[in-house]
């Protein structure tokens, strides 16, 4: 606790006590030096010598009285105790790669989730990397296991060498690997066993300073300070701090939810709860600072699966509390509720979990809206990449409206409507493209190479012309011929077609990457 201490003279005695509630108590001390008041005989006593000292706690003030007395006022500034300020070089994050991506499948068919593109130009591990840049944070490890490849290839490209510069701070891809006994043959179980399964990095030399960690999620979009969410679990003195947001019932159950005190302090948590348990779950949202009519649209307190830890804490719990849980949202974070300090952080910001094609589409596309909830160009808070050394997209005779192109494009008298077009892409004349994401392609064909193949009756990378596409992803390098047609006019809501070339997830139609949609194909 912080206190301060006032030396006494003999005979010095205290008045009675006064409380101030307009702000810190204790913070100043105040007294009239006309009367003179004794608190108690024990006080008294034990104020006849100099060398005594009393005590002031936090939440009292005294008014300091002496046998002198004159009909002056006398002020005693206490002195400010400030509790300790987050330093970016003691905190170390960890950003998870995901599990198998079952969720955005057929996009992770090749690729880790953290390496889907998004935004015309991005990747999914762009935004956690950048938000730890952006926040001075620069000691950071990337957990990787499922087809990991061009993950690590596009952090070798974005983050190391000719790509961002950490100074004495680092990226560091830790794979999943096996070790000798009988558990190091298991690959990661989970979120906590893959953290736990690296534990020892933590002990290493330039760690050891680290006082707290950061676990992040590699499949999120948002913009976030870390240093201001570190600072708020150190200002609680806590030992586990969940940042979270207020979501609706339609998709309560996807996500942990929480109930906290007024305090802020987390007293349950329930990982993806449904029927009865979900409704237990429902709280007063207003209590946080929604409207009311919000508070009826969003009662729920969902887990954004973004944690500080203290260092210590998270060993403890991993290593010897336990050593057999292995995933943070349904065994480590409902226990640590029951036994530690776990504090609520009300994220206020844009943020969306974007693990589902769903999801993923839906976030992709409210990008090209006039006014975005969530823009990836901020002067002081950008967002990273491979940088590419495109040439601009060119352009001829086109119509877009709210539409993201990006570099390196080539379009020809084609329409694009409320869509994404990524990098590389190529749209012949009479494509009409709506509410479409196209992720682009890894690398160009000449105008020769794409005369040669449509001489042979093969179709080149892009949409060739006269195809009209609707409601649909167009994953990576995909081949699609021209006077295609894809609307999904039937309204299927799932279908499985890969020997065809495309699958539709929620009503979405998803070709896939090097696909080919022949010529006059209708979907």
């Given at each position: 606790m912080?206190?301060?201490?006032l030396?006494?003279k003999?005979?010095t005695?205290?008045?009675?006590?006064?409380?101030?509630d307009?702000g810190?108590?204790g913070?100043?001390i105040?007294g009239?030096l006309k009367?003179?008041f004794?608190l108690?005989n024990?006080?008294?006593?034990?104020?006849r010598?100099?060398?005594?000292?009393?005590k002031?706690?936090p939440?009292?003030?005294f008014?300091?009285?002496t046998?002198?007395?004159?009909k002056?006022t006398?002020?005693i500034?206490a002195?400010?105790?400030?509790?300790?300020?987050?330093?970016?070089?003691n905190v170390?994050?960890i950003?998870?790669?995901?599990?198998?991506?079952t969720?955005?499948?057929p996009l992770?068919?090749?690729?880790?989730?953290?390496?889907?593109p998004?935004?015309g130009?991005y990747?999914l591990?762009d935004?956690p990397?950048?938000?730890?840049?952006?926040s001075?944070?620069n000691?950071?490890?990337?957990?990787t296991?499922?087809?990991?490849?061009?993950?690590?290839?596009h952090?070798?490209r974005?983050?190391f060498?000719?790509?961002?510069?950490?100074g004495d701070g680092?990226v560091e891809?830790?794979?999943?690997?096996?070790?000798?006994?009988?558990a190091g043959?298991n690959w990661?179980q989970g979120t906590?066993?893959?953290?736990?399964q690296?534990?020892?990095?933590f002990?290493?030399?330039?760690?050891?300073?680290?006082?707290d960690?950061?676990?992040?999620?590699?499949d999120?979009?948002y913009?976030?300070e870390?240093m201001?969410?570190?600072?708020?679990?150190?200002n609680?003195?806590a030992?586990?701090?969940?940042?979270?947001?207020p979501?609706?019932?339609s998709r309560?159950s996807?996500f942990?939810?929480?109930?906290?005190?007024s305090?802020?302090q987390?007293?349950?948590?329930?990982?993806?709860p449904?029927?009865?348990a979900?409704?237990?779950?429902r709280?007063d949202?207003?209590?946080?600072?929604?409207?009311p009519?919000?508070?009826v649209?969003?009662p729920?307190?969902?887990?954004?699966?973004v944690?500080?830890?203290?260092t210590d804490?998270l060993?403890k719990?991993l290593r010897?509390?336990?050593?057999t849980?292995?995933?943070?949202?349904?065994?480590?974070?409902?226990?640590a509720?029951?036994e530690?300090?776990?504090?609520?952080?009300?994220?206020?910001d844009?943020?969306?979990?974007?693990?589902t094609i769903?999801s993923?589409?839906?976030?992709?596309?409210?990008?090209?809206?006039?006014?975005?909830?969530f823009?990836?160009?901020?002067?002081?808070?950008?967002f990273?990449?491979s940088p590419?050394?495109l040439?601009?997209t060119?352009?001829?005779?086109?119509?877009?409206?709210?539409?993201?192109i990006?570099h390196?494009?080539f379009?020809?008298e084609c329409?694009?409507?409320?869509?994404?077009?990524?990098?590389?892409?190529?749209?012949?004349?009479g494509?009409?493209?709506k509410?479409t994401?196209m992720?682009?392609a890894?690398?160009y064909?000449?105008?020769?190479?794409?005369?040669?193949?449509l001489?042979?009756?093969k179709v080149?990378?892009?949409?060739?012309?006269?195809?009209?596409?609707?409601?649909?992803?167009?994953?990576?390098n995909?081949?699609?011929g021209?006077d295609v047609?894809i609307v999904?006019?039937?309204g299927v809501?799932?279908?499985?077609r890969p020997?065809?070339g495309?699958?539709?997830?929620?009503?979405?139609?998803?070709v896939?990457?090097?696909?080919?949609?022949k010529d006059?194909a209708?979907?």
């Amino acid at each position: 606790m912080d206190s301060c201490c006032l030396s006494l003279k003999t005979g010095t005695n205290l008045s009675t006590l006064t409380r101030r509630d307009d702000g810190f108590w204790g913070e100043r001390i105040r007294g009239s030096l006309k009367n003179s008041f004794c608190l108690n005989n024990g006080l008294k006593n034990c104020l006849r010598a100099e060398k005594n000292v009393r005590k002031i706690k936090p939440g009292v003030a005294f008014s300091v009285l002496t046998t002198d007395n004159t009909k002056e006022t006398l002020t005693i500034e206490a002195p400010l105790f400030e509790r300790r300020r987050a330093n970016p070089r003691n905190v170390a994050a960890i950003i998870l790669g995901g599990g198998a991506g079952t969720q955005l499948f057929p996009l992770t068919s090749r690729t880790a989730t953290p390496a889907v593109p998004v935004g015309g130009c991005y990747r999914l591990i762009d935004i956690p990397l950048s938000n730890c840049i952006n926040s001075g944070i620069n000691k950071i490890y990337v957990l990787t296991q499922f087809n990991s490849a061009s993950l690590n290839r596009h952090i070798a490209r974005t983050y190391f060498g000719n790509g961002v510069n950490f100074g004495d701070g680092f990226v560091e891809v830790l794979a999943a690997t096996q070790t000798p006994g009988e558990a190091g043959m298991n690959w990661f179980q989970g979120t906590a066993d893959a953290v736990r399964q690296f534990t020892w990095v933590f002990e290493d030399a330039r760690n050891k300073d680290i006082d707290d960690i950061v676990i992040l999620s590699g499949d999120h979009l948002y913009r976030m300070e870390y240093m201001d969410f570190v600072q708020n679990h150190i200002n609680r003195d806590a030992d586990i701090t969940v940042s979270c947001v207020p979501v609706g019932n339609s998709r309560a159950s996807d996500f942990g939810l929480m109930k906290i005190d007024s305090r802020g302090q987390v007293i349950q948590f329930a990982e993806k709860p449904t029927g009865a348990a979900l409704k237990a779950m429902r709280v007063d949202t207003s209590l946080l600072g929604l409207s009311p009519q919000e508070a009826v649209e969003s009662p729920y307190i969902a887990s954004m699966g973004v944690y500080v830890f203290r260092t210590d804490i998270l060993l403890k719990l991993l290593r010897w509390r336990y050593p057999t849980s292995n995933d943070f949202g349904s065994e480590i974070i409902p226990c640590a509720v029951m036994e530690h300090n776990v504090q609520a952080y009300i994220f206020r910001d844009y943020w969306e979990d974007i693990g589902t094609i769903k999801s993923f589409y839906d976030a992709n596309l409210a990008l090209t809206e006039e006014l975005p909830k969530f823009e990836f160009y901020d002067p002081k808070t950008p967002f990273f990449t491979s940088p590419r050394f495109l040439p601009p997209t060119k352009m001829d005779r086109c119509r877009i409206k709210d539409a993201i192109i990006s570099h390196g494009c080539f379009l020809r008298e084609c329409s694009i409507q409320h869509s994404i077009v990524g990098e590389r892409s190529r749209l012949d004349h009479g494509v009409e493209l709506k509410d479409t994401l196209m992720l682009g392609a890894d690398y160009y064909q000449t105008e020769s190479e794409i005369a040669s193949l449509l001489a042979e009756g093969k179709v080149p990378i892009g949409v060739g012309c006269n195809s009209k596409i609707r409601n649909c992803i167009i994953d990576k390098n995909a081949k699609i011929g021209k006077d295609v047609i894809i609307v999904n006019k039937d309204g299927v809501k799932e279908a499985d077609r890969p020997e065809e070339g495309f699958y539709i997830r929620s009503g979405i139609t998803i070709v896939l990457e090097k696909a080919t949609i022949k010529d006059g194909a209708v979907i």
